[in-house]
């Protein structure tokens, strides 16, 4: 019989210890008396973030080699991680609410990224684009964490060591395994109060690009340098456009259709030199493994004293999660084509109207 106090071998006095309570109704941690530091119940959260930070550091290989970061494994692997371990370091302590089980790996996740971000071992643009599909993955590991904790009334290190090695395996092995191709093509239409001539002379022959004529496209609202101009020349038998764009990003755009005033084709022609280094996050760099741009086109259709320019743009994705970063991409290329018309057309109208006697 235990003594008027209950004893020192109570199970009262662990939580997680089997008890006659329901299955579903675990012993709760009594509060703790006495005033805390401001966020010192947090602690678990910079914990948690900190494992997602030491898994980047080692997913640090080359693209299409192991240990890349954009490997699957680690793309979905380290959010699960990080919330995993948040939430099974804060039930060490105490119980913690479903609410806590969500929203602290969601935060942890953001720290995590923002710890790369300081490091410089990421980009803003592909920080700014994972950052969503982190934060919930991050939170619905959490949950699942935190319903294994209630269900076996005690936080299974177990289960973590297994979320933590399934990646570092992954990671070895998963580059072997060829990535899908995803060619999608986005198609974008306005009409311009101008005729085709003065939609083709912008269209072929663009300068002096000023940044608020174009920074409204979310491509270059993350980080994507600003294009400064697009000149025309016709050299060795072929109609080019030169790209120039900030922080040195230059390449060429090489006409495979041309019927002039009516439609364009262009390929895109890259050089060693056309993304100088920390230029563009190599994840997202054009023409490299995982994103290019196969050709874009425009089509000039007289429409009573105005045109109809239809224009559209091919491009590839190429990751082992093409299901995630195949829509963020047809998100950014149709907001790309939208304010890129929108600047051809604002360029011909006000020609036009300047020509005008």
Not at 141 to 146: D, F, N, Q, V, W
Request: aromatic content about 12%; some cysteine.
């Amino acid at each position: 019989m235990p003594g008027p106090c209950g004893g020192g071998l109570n199970n009262m006095d662990n939580p997680y210890a089997p008890s006659h309570a329901p299955m579903n109704e675990p012993p709760l941690r009594e509060q703790r008396g006495g005033r805390r530091l401001p966020f010192s119940g947090w602690w678990p959260v910079g914990f948690g973030g900190l494992a997602g930070l030491l898994l980047r550091l080692i997913f640090w290989g080359l693209p299409g080699e192991a240990y890349s970061a954009m490997l699957g494994s680690f793309i979905m692997g380290s959010p699960i991680l990080v919330g995993a371990v948040t939430v099974y370091l804060a039930e060490l302590v105490e119980r913690r609410t479903w609410t806590y089980y969500f929203t602290a790996p969601m935060v942890a996740t953001a720290l995590y990224v923002v710890g790369s971000l300081a490091l410089m071992i990421e980009g803003w643009i592909c920080a700014i684009v994972i950052i969503p599909m982190f934060a919930l993955l991050g939170g619905v590991s959490g949950l699942a964490m935190g319903a294994i904790c209630r269900m076996t009334h005690w936080p299974r290190q177990q289960v973590v060591s297994c979320i933590a090695v399934l990646p570092l395996l992954g990671g070895a092995f998963e580059h072997r395994v060829p990535s899908a191709d995803r060619v999608r093509t986005q198609t974008r239409e306005m009409f311009v109060a101008a005729p085709p001539e003065a939609v083709w002379r912008e269209l072929v022959d663009t300068h002096d690009i000023r940044p608020g004529e174009v920074e409204s496209a979310w491509m270059y609202r993350i980080g994507v340098p600003l294009p400064s101009a697009g000149t025309g020349e016709f050299r060795d038998g072929e109609h080019l456009r030169h790209i120039t764009m900030g922080r040195g990003v230059k390449f060429d755009q090489v006409a495979v259709e041309w019927q002039e005033n009516q439609r364009v084709s262009w390929r895109y022609r890259f050089s060693e030199d056309s993304f100088p280094p920390g230029a563009l996050d190599d994840h997202v760099r054009i023409g490299g493994q995982y994103f290019d741009v196969v050709g874009s086109s425009f089509e000039l259709t007289p429409e009573g004293a105005g045109t109809r320019v239809t224009t559209n743009m091919r491009y590839r994705v190429s990751t082992h999660f093409n299901w995630y970063a195949g829509p963020v991409a047809d998100l950014l290329v149709g907001d790309f084509l939208e304010t890129i018309l929108g600047f051809y057309g604002r360029r011909a109208e006000e020609s036009q109207e300047a020509a005008s006697p």
